[in-house]
């Protein structure tokens, strides 16, 4: 099936601890972006990538960090250093964002520090 | 002023009513324009693209007036699985075309 895969679907993260969310899509997009969606609230851009190696900061991409090594492939690792990480992670691709395309999403992780 | 902005409801309404909703935007270089509908707890799906002329997929319409700088959702003869929450997108040409995402507005269909 063609799609994007997030994985894992609930992570619980300790104090002081990384983690890494992994999203794959098998849809050749060229692009793909982390959003944060905290509960009531609207989506807000993490990290976005337009093109493999390389990849651009969102509007709160202090706390996290992420890669593009593959077309494939966007993991996102949420770092100590983001005080607050608690919610709701989504990964989505889109086809050239240039055009008037858009993106669709993974069904996102839930990340829960403990 | 938020770039996108929606009401954020919630919009409660009688199963086989009409309801419709808008959504202003503030960027007059906005290009493209987009309806997603999110489940609780759920990734946002995309509902419909809204284009200049408007357009319609079943019960849903969506419009776009650009002199006024808002778009418009209509859902005819609502049912109950229509409940969920309905975000706005919108795609700047002036803003390395990435999406803005309105907060969205919350539907509750009552039987």
Not at chain 1, 14 to 35: F, I, R
Not at chain 1, 75 to 85: D, F, H, R
Not at chain 2, 84 to 90: E, F, M
């Amino acid at each position: 099936d063609g799609g994007i895969t997030q994985s894992p679907k609930y992570l619980f993260r300790k104090e002081g601890q990384n983690v890494t969310l992994s999203c794959e899509q098998n849809l050749n997009h060229d692009a793909m972006y982390w959003y944060r969606q905290d509960p009531g609230q609207g989506l807000r851009l993490i990290y976005y990538s337009q093109i493999v190696n390389d990849f651009q900061k969102g509007d709160i991409a202090e706390g996290y960090s992420v890669s593009r090594e593959k077309k494939e492939s966007f993991p996102l690792t949420v770092t100590s250093a983001q005080k607050n990480p608690t919610a709701f992670y989504l990964c989505a691709s889109g086809s050239n964002p240039h055009s008037g395309n858009t993106i669709y999403f993974g069904e996102g992780s839930w990340l829960t520090v403990v | 002023r938020k770039e996108v902005e929606q009401d954020p409801g919630p919009f409660n309404v009688p199963e086989g009513a009409t309801v419709a909703f808008n959504c202003t935007y503030s960027n007059s270089a906005s290009q493209s324009f987009f309806w997603y509908r999110q489940d609780c707890r759920k990734e946002p799906k995309l509902l419909m693209s809204v284009y200049s002329s408007g357009n319609e997929d079943g019960r849903f319409t969506a419009q776009l007036n650009r002199a006024s700088q808002y778009i418009s959702l209509l859902i005819r003869d609502s049912k109950l699985s229509d409940s969920a929450t309905y975000l706005c997108v919108v795609k700047a040409m002036d803003s390395n075309y990435q999406l803005i995402w309105g907060a969205g507005t919350k539907l509750i269909i009552k039987p």
